[in-house]
């Protein structure tokens, strides 16, 4: 039989923090202390994926007898990663890019129960449409400060979402927490529902 003692999230993330809390997700938030090193190679999917496990891995080994929930999502415009902008010309760079054109959202999600020896990796895909974006729009949207510390260069939660068209896939997913699939996982492997 398996015990459970809490949820712990592996974040230092105050959206994915944000949404636990607006569904009253019983949960306590530990920082993985994981470097996000992006190497030249690497494949979008397999990078979100490998990120979001050792979060995860890296705080199951403090709490084994607890399910540890480890995330990563990018944002991804043929094939490249956009990750989170260095500055603000980086950010009106990615904000050109992705005007007008579709992209994904993708993210790594693992689960990890070291007590039971379980390890789960998985992924949820986000396609996002954004509208044409003049420079001045470009502009503005940077001067909220909302640019600089999202993937993408986006929030879709905050004014980020007046620039974007249409999505197709969870909502939830490009805000950087997939919770669909998250119940889906914690149901399928430890008989556990969010709702």
Request: hydrophobic content about 40%.
């Amino acid at each position: 039989m398996f015990f459970m003692n809490k949820l712990i999230l592996a974040t230092s993330s105050p959206r994915r923090k944000e949404l636990f809390e607006k569904f009253n997700i019983d949960y306590m938030a530990v920082n993985s202390n994981i470097i996000e090193r992006l190497n030249p190679d690497d494949e979008p999917l397999q990078y979100a994926m490998r990120m979001a496990f050792l979060k995860a891995y890296s705080v199951s080994r403090l709490y084994e007898k607890d399910i540890v929930i480890g995330t990563d999502t990018i944002v991804v415009l043929n094939n490249e990663i956009l990750g989170k902008p260095r500055d603000q010309e980086d950010a009106f760079r990615m904000l050109k890019l992705l005007s007008g054109n579709h992209h994904e959202v993708i993210s790594g999600i693992s689960l990890i129960n070291l007590a039971s020896n379980t390890k789960i990796v998985d992924y949820d895909i986000t396609k996002v449409k954004f509208r044409n974006l003049s420079d001045d729009t470009i502009l503005k949207y940077i001067d909220t400060k909302e640019p600089l510390d999202k993937s993408g260069g986006y929030g879709i939660q905050g004014f980020g979402g007046l620039l974007v068209e249409s999505i197709v896939g969870s909502y939830y997913n490009v805000i950087g927490l997939p919770l669909v699939k998250l119940d889906e996982l914690l149901m399928k492997y430890f008989d556990f529902s969010i709702i």
